[in-house]
């Protein structure tokens, strides 16, 4: 058999040829086969075959999942109980760090009542050197001044009664 003619060749294209010499023709002359659907059974092999892998991929993930879960829950369990065991101590510690800033507090409160004391009794002891060595204009000033701390110290003792009998309102309000 010789070689076909292309319909794109210049002899094509100057029209030298007969279009019924060509390819299309002889395909016409082919017989057709009766049974024409060769692909459509590979396909639903093929489709079917792919549902089981994907199938038996997913549940190998939902095992996977399960098992990170129970996993994950095992070790959230056994964070919060160590949490609760460090809740725990840390608790305590807090509370013994409120004591001892109450008792630092209450310390430093007895020293400055002491230091007062201690300071009116330097001015009064001033005061009576000053009314020794001074005039009377001098006395009149310092049994003025005399008379404030003797109101000062009524004023302590009126404050001291006012403490309230319930030892919880003594506590320090904190916002959390």
Partial sequence: MAKKISKHSRAARRGEISEATGEARDLERVPRLEKTDTIGPMIRASASKNEDLLRQKMEKKASKSNKSKSAISK????????????????????????????????????????????????????????????QTEGRKDATEDDSDWENMDEEEEESND???????????EVEA
């Fill in 75 to 134: 070790a959230i369990k056994t964070r919060r109980k160590k949490a609760v065991v460090i809740d725990g101590r840390l608790g305590s510690k807090i509370e013994a760090s409120i004591n001892r800033a109450k008792e630092i507090q209450s310390m430093r409160k007895a020293n400055w009542d002491t230091i007062n004391k201690q300071a009116k009794e330097a001015v009064k002891s001033k005061l009576l050197y000053h009314d020794n060595n001074s």
């Fill in 162 to 172: 006012l403490v309230p009998s319930n030892r919880f309102a003594l506590l320090e």
